[in-house]
């Protein structure tokens, strides 16, 4: 398939759904946010979800500009972004859990915005650790249990034993793509906690894969990659949407 045919703003990520083509992440995030029944379960959930998801990439804007610059751009600007500008942006999301009192953005489930915002809490976590830098996630405690409680969600667990999980937040032009697999793993296991399985948090009707879905298909990395899919163009492959 031609992409730009069916699509002139084709480019990863991207998502066929049968005729339908979607192009660009917050529109390919929206398209599955509502397909997979995670925009919120009534007017207000949606309007929280909604407003999370504006601030998430706020947050997710000022990194492509770190990621993205020249190198000595980067070398005089990567830890300014790491040490105050994430402190701002995460500042504001604690508050507004604390505010709320759930344990999501939006409610006691997950919905799209948590999944968005995982991905760049598990990025700059990451990112700071390859930068000698002190965990952005440390003083955020409403935060921190959020990154949490999403990284162990049963239905989530296929997705991150999976290479998928694996492969680079960013494309190879990026100053920061991932460090190695075993680097992570062992990043990821000194911050979690024991705590109990979600259980009945799913919302939708496609309880059994929602989790894992939006894992695969949803978190969105840099326009021109997209973590769970290949990032060079040529190498393009289809995921299919789950079964209505």
């Not at 990194?63 to 994430?86: D, F, Q």
């Not at 405690?141 to 409680?149: A, D, F, S, V």
């Amino acid at each position: 398939m031609d992409l730009v045919e069916h699509n002139p703003f084709a480019a990863l990520p991207y998502i066929i759904d049968g005729d339908t083509v979607v192009a660009t992440a917050p529109a390919s995030s929206g398209y599955l946010a509502h397909k997979l029944c995670l925009e919120g379960s009534d007017e207000a959930a949606r309007s929280r979800n909604q407003q999370a998801l504006a601030v998430v990439y706020e947050l997710r804007a000022d990194a492509l500009r770190v990621l993205y610059a020249p190198a000595e751009v980067y070398e005089m600007g990567h830890r300014g972004h790491l040490e105050r500008t994430v402190r701002m942006h995460y500042s504001k999301l604690n508050c507004w859990l604390e505010m709320h009192g759930t344990k999501y953005l939006t409610a006691d489930s997950p919905a799209s915005a948590d999944f968005e915002l995982w991905e760049m809490l598990d990025m700059h976590e990451l990112w700071a650790n390859d930068s000698g830098v002190k965990r952005p996630l440390a003083p955020f405690q409403h935060l921190t249990k959020l990154y949490e409680r999403v990284r162990l969600l049963p239905a989530l667990q296929p997705y991150f034993l999976s290479p998928a999980f694996h492969l680079p937040f960013n494309n190879k032009m990026a100053r920061f793509r991932q460090t190695d697999s075993s680097k992570h793993d062992a990043l990821c296991a000194r911050k979690a906690r024991t705590l109990l399985p979600e259980k009945g948090a799913e919302s939708c009707a496609q309880k059994e894969n929602v989790y894992g879905t939006i894992n695969c298909l949803y978190m969105v990395s840099p326009p021109s990659a997209w973590r769970g899919k290949p990032s060079h163009p040529d190498e393009r492959s289809d995921f299919p949407l789950p079964p209505p």
